[in-house]
């Protein structure tokens, strides 16, 4: 069965500082997507960034990177240059390409908590 | 373009009480799905949908029935509502695996927080 870990239960870093943020995964299937999401106070989940298990490079979306190391099965989220605004749950979360229909879900970890230090 | 919509926001039932939750999306999605969240824990799958009139069970289904009557909606209904389905419930969509020139990302509904006494 597929399983996501994250291990950092909560952070703090201060404004302006990188972080990142841990995420590792178990799954014997060759072909996987790896999901980050971040849930503010207000609750919502706001999709970040994806990674594709055949993907050559690194995904980015603005502040955003994905330090993908296939073969230690790790996609850890990397933040630059942190904002007050980034203090929100963040959630790693793996699609599982099994079921009864083949088809994909989604399979999550337990969150990591940032909050950002002015 | 409202994306996932999700109704109520809040809810408050009794033991034993039945209700329906309603999730819409308005990006021609196939996929639909319905999670639940719990304190500690990350987001854990109910049931989900590929499409119209099709449903499928997910992780933690006991106690929820759902429906895929129109491709746009996705029903979440509890029947005898317990104290352990104090949660909140997020609805998704998506675009299948492999969609030409589209990804599969999940985009998520705002939640809804149902409290059962």
């Known amino acids: 069965a597929q399983k996501i870990t994250q291990t950092q239960p909560g952070m703090f870093v201060q404004e302006k500082e990188a972080v990142t943020l841990d995420c590792t995964y178990d799954?014997?299937?060759?072909?996987?997507?790896l999901f980050w999401y971040k849930q503010p106070s207000s609750g919502e989940m706001i999709f970040l960034i994806y990674?594709?298990?055949?993907?050559?490079q690194n995904a980015t979306e603005g502040r955003y990177s994905l330090n993908f190391q296939k073969a230690r099965k790790s996609a850890n989220l990397v933040i630059s240059a942190s904002q007050l605004g980034d203090s929100a749950m963040y959630f790693c979360?793996?699609?599982?390409?099994?079921?009864?229909?083949?088809?994909?879900?989604?399979?999550f970890g337990t969150g990591t908590r940032l909050t950002i230090i002015p | 373009n409202a994306g996932v919509t999700q109704t109520p926001k809040f809810r408050v039932l009794k033991t034993g009480q039945s209700m329906t939750l309603l999730c819409a999306q308005d990006?021609?999605?196939?996929?639909m799905y319905w999670y639940r969240q719990d304190p500690g824990m990350g987001l854990r799958l109910i049931h989900y949908?590929?499409?119209?009139?099709?449903?499928a069970k997910g992780e933690v289904p006991d106690g929820y029935n759902v429906s895929r009557l129109k491709k746009q909606n996705f029903l979440l209904g509890l029947e005898s509502a317990a104290p352990s389905q104090t949660s909140v419930y997020f609805c998704?969509?998506?675009?299948?695996?492999?969609?030409?020139?589209?990804?599969?990302?999940?985009?998520f509904g705002p939640g809804t927080r149902l409290t059962v006494l």
């Open positions: 998704a969509s998506s675009y299948p695996l492999g969609s030409s020139g589209r990804t599969d990302t999940q985009y």
């Open positions: 979360a793996m699609r599982d390409p099994g079921g009864d229909f083949g088809n994909e879900k989604l399979t």
């Open positions: 990674q594709g298990s055949y993907d050559q």
């Open positions: 799954t014997s299937d060759p072909s996987y997507g």
């Open positions: 949908s590929v499409g119209e009139g099709t449903t």
């Open positions: 990006m021609n999605h196939e996929y």
